[in-house]
């Protein structure tokens, strides 16, 4: 089975940036990063296809970029702008989801 490894995160302060990067052990045509905020359901917030093709949850849109770098296996999630309600750990994973999951990378948002 694919193996998938998040990283990158970390704490900002609101309006701050962070990185987060997903590497896979093989490739998928469709990744996506969720988040799963406490005490809440687990969303996708973004995906990308392997010709790029992007979608973004609304709360992201104009703050969030995901890109992925095909000969690596690697996906990105730039974010911008961050907001306090971005906190939440951050997994990768194929879109739709595959039944597994990585460990995750936090992010809170905070000052």
């Known amino acids: 089975q694919v193996q998938l490894v998040e990283s990158g995160g970390g704490l900002v302060q609101p309006g701050g940036s962070l990185r987060l990067s997903c590497a896979a052990s093989?490739?998928?045509?469709?990744m996506g990063w969720y988040r799963q905020a406490p005490g809440k359901e687990r969303e996708l917030v973004a995906s990308?296809?392997?010709?790029?093709?992007?979608n973004y949850a609304d709360s992201v849109k104009g703050r969030f970029a995901i890109s992925r770098d095909n000969a690596k296996n690697t996906v990105f999630l730039h974010m911008n702008s961050l907001k306090p309600e971005d906190t939440a750990v951050y997994y990768c994973?194929?879109?739709?989801?595959?039944?597994?999951w990585g460990q995750g990378t936090q992010v809170t948002v905070s000052s």
């Open positions: 990308i296809t392997r010709y790029r093709r992007t």
């Open positions: 994973n194929s879109e739709p989801p595959l039944d597994y």
């Open positions: 093989g490739s998928i045509f469709s």
